[in-house]
């Protein structure tokens, strides 16, 4: 059986469409005869939804509160897949996992990114892991959306691109829309960059406001949520807005059969996953004209609406749906139509379970993971820094006494001359 290593982090509060994916995928996998596994590395100290899925379907699931540092991030990696190596390994969106490649790749062992959109940190793992180095170049790497892959293959990188969306399961259910009622939901991360929360906040507070009949929930946890929470207050107080809170992953496709529309107005995104899961309920979708993954979802007038602006643009679509049930019934249909014919989990299961053992079979004998005492890694690229925290240098520990001489300098003599106070010449007290 073809033997596949993912990693991911996860926490208490984690959800969201990559993790989404992820739990989605694996068991996928194994209906194609491909044993997967992943490493998972901890914050806030305990697992949280994803370890605790993929462990009660049975898969093997190893954890670590993450090391501080990319170094031994990458040691611990070396480690678990020395004792299990894999056939094929897929970093994800682990920074240390990338950069560990290159040893997993010269013994054997192909290794395939993932981009699941196109912000800063999605850029640097293509500069650094696609167009840097040779030696830290992936074996092959997978698009979430046609619009990513055209600007891959517009820079002609020597990795395999393929497409393969993230997709959705179709819901059993339909949504059912309430007479005289238009439920309007947006999902996500609560933060200001990319989703451009408090813009949507004041959006619905004007939606609810402006349109009779119409109610508003936003779901999500983020570092914004105290400040949408004042917003709601301030301009929402007495009107059906309201915060939702967090949703987990496996009761996405539940919650959105009580609404009607699904709104995102981010500046970017790849393929959103709970833009398609929405949809695969019959939900509307209703967003900001953008580059990336939106328009193969949304087709404006056909699978949903498109508007320019967070302001009276997004209200007047909304208005529309409002006031017209016949076009809301007709977008509905169309919407799920569209991820059931070509964006089902099933369709992208397949392709990657294709891929997968397409490499497999182009890769030669796997040799054993040796992943050297002294790590010779790239420098770190800026837009992975928050990522990518490397052990100082014995030079940067050198400069820093440097620059303190008074406070550390017996400690910085101790240490490069030796002294009467040293472990071999221990001190005399009188």
Request: contains cysteine; hydrophobic residues 40%; charged residues 25%.
């Amino acid at each position: 059986m073809l033997k596949v290593t993912f990693c991911a982090y996860d926490k208490p509060d984690a959800v969201g469409g990559p993790m989404s994916w992820l739990q989605r995928l694996l068991p996928a996998l194994r209906q194609h005869g491909i044993e997967a596994r992943c490493l998972f590395f901890l914050h806030q100290g305990t697992s949280g939804p994803a370890v605790e899925y993929l462990t009660a379907q049975g898969f093997d699931c190893p954890t670590i509160l993450a090391p501080a540092t990319s170094e031994e991030r990458i040691r611990w990696i070396g480690e678990r897949l020395r004792e299990n190596p894999p056939d094929v390994f897929v970093p994800n969106l682990v920074v240390a996992a990338y950069l560990a490649g290159r040893w997993l790749r010269a013994a054997g062992i192909p290794t395939v990114g993932v981009l699941h959109s196109d912000d800063a940190f999605y850029q640097g793992l293509q500069n650094q892991f696609l167009f840097g180095r040779n030696s830290d170049r992936l074996t092959a790497v997978v698009c979430v959306s046609a619009e990513l892959e055209r600007q891959l293959l517009e820079r002609h990188g020597e990795s395999k691109v393929t497409r393969i969306g993230c997709g959705s399961p179709l819901s059993e259910f339909i949504v059912k829309r309430r007479p005289g009622v238009l439920r309007v939901a947006y999902v996500g991360r609560l933060a200001e960059e990319q989703k451009r929360i408090l813009e949507l906040a004041h959006a619905f507070c004007k939606m609810v406001r402006d349109i009779p009949g119409t109610e508003a929930v936003i779901y999500g946890d983020g570092p914004e949520r105290d400040s949408v929470e004042q917003i709601l207050a301030a301009e929402g107080g007495g009107l059906a807005v309201r915060l939702g809170g967090l949703i987990d992953s496996n009761r996405m496709q539940e919650a959105m059969l009580a609404c009607d529309v699904m709104v995102l107005l981010s500046d970017y995104e790849g393929l959103p996953i709970a833009l398609m899961e929405a949809m695969a309920c019959g939900c509307v979708p209703v967003c900001l004209r953008m580059r990336s993954g939106i328009p193969e979802l949304v087709e404006d007038g056909v699978t949903g609406l498109l508007v320019d602006d967070r302001q009276d643009g997004f209200v007047t679509a909304i208005r529309r749906l409002r006031e017209d049930p016949d076009l809301w019934e007709r977008l509905s249909q169309a919407a799920r139509t569209r991820i059931q014919q070509e964006h089902s989990s099933e369709a992208g299961a397949l392709k990657w379970a294709g891929l997968l053992h397409e490499l497999h079979r182009e890769t030669p004998a796997k040799r054993p993971i040796r992943i050297p005492r002294k790590l010779r890694l790239p420098p770190v690229h800026p837009a992975l820094a928050t990522a990518d925290l490397r052990a100082p240098s014995n030079l940067a520990k050198i400069t820093r006494f440097l620059k303190h001489p008074r406070l550390h300098a017996g400690k910085f003599k101790r240490r490069l001359l030796g002294s009467p106070c040293s472990p071999t010449y221990p001190c005399q007290k009188p």
